[in-house]
């Protein structure tokens, strides 16, 4: 079993330094994309770029952003201006951009480039881009089979927030479920175990993925596994398009007040072919994003729509 995830010591030595990089022109470095991708590679960019960045047409508002020059100067949480920075580089760096940085769930009153945003309501606003990638965009090599891993459900994370208290109150004692909180302040102490690495849950055939201020950080790298994610139906979405998820096709889905959580892994304990569907499902959308130059290519659209409009 191998986790892919982004030395973070090379991660802040790229983003400083990247600002001491030469810079493409724009218009040259698409291009150079464009020419290293396939016709395969290709089919999906404008429709994901268009889901990105909703606003298609102008729009008048006053502005009262950072210039692009003016993130080069990071403050903190420093990788999202890292993030930030690696592709508003190849613009003017006097063009002002706006954005609002950490875990966002609610509508933008205004176009903002954001990590995040609600699936439903009118969120054209939030401007999706991938940021603090390094720490959402894991993924696992998984050498242990569905049929090889323990019968339960493993869910370990902080419990602050009340829809995951509600759940550990639910089945923190359920036979069926192995349930840990980190956090030692908030929540409940008799909750409390020590944190379990990834792959101490890929023993696991369920893992739990509860959202949390707003998506749930470890979905991407259980839908790269052969474990399954259980979640109720998702409420937010970033730059995996959360939003496009179909309900037990690439996660198990459960009620809103969690009620048949039983009723589902009994299911797919009993139907493991149905499992492993989902578990191939899951695996093929993940892989959507492990293209470097389409990453690449489809950021910079999105900031190019962005300052057209």
């Known amino acids: 079993m191998k986790v892919h995830k982004q030395n973070k010591f090379w991660f802040y030595v790229k983003g400083y330094s990247q600002k001491n990089f030469p810079t493409k022109k724009l218009d040259r470095k698409i291009d150079d994309l464009y020419k290293k991708l396939s016709k395969k590679d290709l ?40 993030d930030l920075y690696e592709y508003a580089r190849y ?16 509508i933008l009153p205004i176009p903002i480039i954001t990590k995040s945003r609600p699936i439903f309501g009118n969120n054209e606003n939030n401007i999706l881009l991938n940021l603090d990638k390094a720490r959402h965009f894991v993924s696992v090599e998984d050498s242990i089979s569905f049929e090889n891993k323990k019968d339960l459900l493993i869910g370990r994370g902080g419990v602050y927030q009340q829809h995951r208290m509600n759940f550990y109150e639910k089945y923190f004692n359920n036979p069926l479920c192995d349930l840990g909180q980190i956090n030692k302040n908030g929540g409940n102490p008799k909750w409390i175990k020590p944190k379990t690495s990834i792959a101490e849950h890929l023993k696991f055939k369920f893992i739990l993925s509860l959202e949390g201020n707003d998506v749930a950080t470890n979905l991407k790298w259980i839908m790269s596994s052969n474990s399954i994610a259980v979640t109720p139906p998702l409420k937010m979405e970033t730059w995996f398009m959360e939003g496009t998820l179909k309900p037990n096709e690439h996660f198990i889905c459960i009620d809103e007040n969690y009620g048949n959580l039983e009723e589902k892994l009994h299911y797919y304990l009993k139907y493991p072919k149905e499992a492993n569907e989902i578990i191939r499902n899951a695996g093929e959308y993940r892989a959507k994003f492990n293209n470097r130059n389409v990453e690449n290519l489809i950021s910079l659209l999105v900031l190019k729509k962005y300052f057209k409009q």
């Open 43 to 82: 089919e999906d960019i404008e429709f994901r770029v268009d889901y990105y960045n909703k606003i298609d047409s102008p729009i008048k508002f006053e502005r009262n952003g950072t210039k692009i020059k003016d993130l080069k100067k990071p403050k903190t949480p420093k990788s999202y201006y890292f």
């Open 91 to 106: 613009f003017d760096k006097n063009l002002l951009i706006d954005y609002s940085f950490g875990d966002i769930n609610t």
